[in-house]
Nanobody, 125 residues
Framework: EVQLVESGGGSVQAGGSLRLSCATS????????IAWFRQAPGKEREGVAG????????NYGDSVKGRFTISSDNAKNTVYLQMNSLTPEDTAVYYC??????????????????WGQGTQVTVSS
């Protein structure tokens, strides 16, 4: 059974940083693409960042390029999202999602078959 467990969310002031973690189990980690999505109140879910674990290729949403970094730790079967220079517009529930390696690596939520429960990130001004 595929399991994705997010952690690391919380409250931070604008300009601050947070690191989210997505601990995974139940599948061959390096055969998958793992991505982060987020959903703010009243808005559609949007793709934030994705990584194909086998080759480390990444893709980012336009709104986070240059501020967020996605990475993976194959020894821990965990994907991280380092978020810097946070703004109130980054406030959302952040979800981890997974699918067998996707090529090309797109941040289209319909492509991802497994999802975590989400973790709340709140950025205050």
């Amino acid at each position: 059974e595929v399991q994705l467990v997010e952690s690391g969310g919380g409250s931070v002031q604008a300009g601050g940083s947070l690191r989210l973690s997505c601990a995974t189990s139940g599948f061959t980690f390096d055969a998958y693409t793992i991505a982060w999505f987020r959903q703010a109140p009243g808005k559609e879910r949007e793709g934030v960042a994705g990584i194909s674990v086998d080759d480390g290729s990444t893709n980012y949403g336009d709104s986070v390029k240059g501020r967020f970094t996605i990475s993976s730790d194959n020894a821990k079967n965990t994907v991280y999202l380092q978020m810097n220079s946070l703004t109130p517009e980054d406030t959302a529930v952040y979800y981890c999602a997974a699918h067998r390696k996707l090529y090309p690596l797109k941040l289209w939520q319909s492509w991802y078959s497994d999802w975590g429960q989400g973790t709340q990130v709140t950025v205050s001004s």
